[in-house]
């Protein structure tokens, strides 16, 4: 089997567990799955940040999203959470942040992606597959007809006409699809920052890589690598989307 094939056949079954999800429309099982994705992010972000051999963080990762699932504002399970780390190495001395790294990201985002449905409801967490996958299939297409300028050295194949291009494009679509959500005007400048969050989500995520001198975060998908390889534009447009969503209206 072709690569091509694998990834168009991966990208299918994709969409059709996604639609599920949100023709079901059922907080628990949305809950379970983006509990089920988060869980294999988190394990290809260990490997990223060099801390594969601490299991024990994923006990910590799995009592987080269950409380998730009972606590009325899950964003907020993330200060908890730096709260208590912060107690803790005061009270041994430790001096070990590096293993906050993975309740950084992508734990905020996760249970900011929660937050967003528990909140908004599924218009909501569909909004921002819009926003998201337009931003990155708009930036493609738009970089591969007129792009000249590198956007970064994090990610060279970037270039600016194409970022600017998948930001208006999924800003356009972002701020139609919003109206049965929020006024025009509010639609428009959440779309445009929620589409610019998605961009440095991409990159982030490039930089990990680029760091742990990998080209891909996991091999779980057919054709399209990790988890985090396909989610990471979410992972910073969540949470830009939840609190321009609390901020404007």
Request: hydrophobic share 55%.
């Amino acid at each position: 089997m072709g690569e091509l094939t694998k990834r168009l056949l991966t990208g299918a079954v994709l969409i059709g567990i996604v639609a599920l999800v949100a023709w079901i429309d059922s907080f628990g099982l949305t809950w379970f799955f983006f509990g089920v994705i988060y869980l294999f992010a988190f394990y290809e972000a260990l490997k990223l940040y060099g801390m594969s051999e601490r299991n024990t963080l994923y006990f910590w990762a799995l009592v987080i999203w269950i409380v998730a699932a009972f606590y009325p504002n899950p964003d907020d399970l993330f200060f908890l959470i730096a709260l208590i780390f912060a107690a803790y190495e005061a009270y041994t001395q430790e001096r070990d942040w590096q293993k906050f790294l993975p309740f950084l990201y992508p734990t905020a985002s996760f249970l900011f992606l929660l937050a967003l449905y528990h909140d908004f409801g599924m218009d909501a967490l569909i909004w921002l597959v819009i926003v998201v996958a337009l931003t990155d299939i708009g930036a493609y297409f738009t970089g591969r007809a007129i792009g000249k300028h590198s956007f970064c050295k994090t990610s060279p194949k970037k270039t600016w006409e194409g970022v600017i291009g998948g930001v208006l494009i999924a800003t356009v679509a972002g701020s139609y699809y919003a109206l049965i959500l929020v006024d025009l005007p509010f639609g428009i400048v959440i779309s445009l920052l929620t589409a610019i969050a998605a961009v440095f989500g991409d990159l982030f995520e490039s930089y990990l890589k680029r760091s742990a001198g990998v080209k891909d975060s996991g091999n779980i998908l057919p054709g399209h690598g990790g988890i985090l390889d396909r989610v990471d534009g979410y992972l910073f447009a969540a949470p830009a989307m939840v609190i321009l969503l609390r901020g404007l209206l």
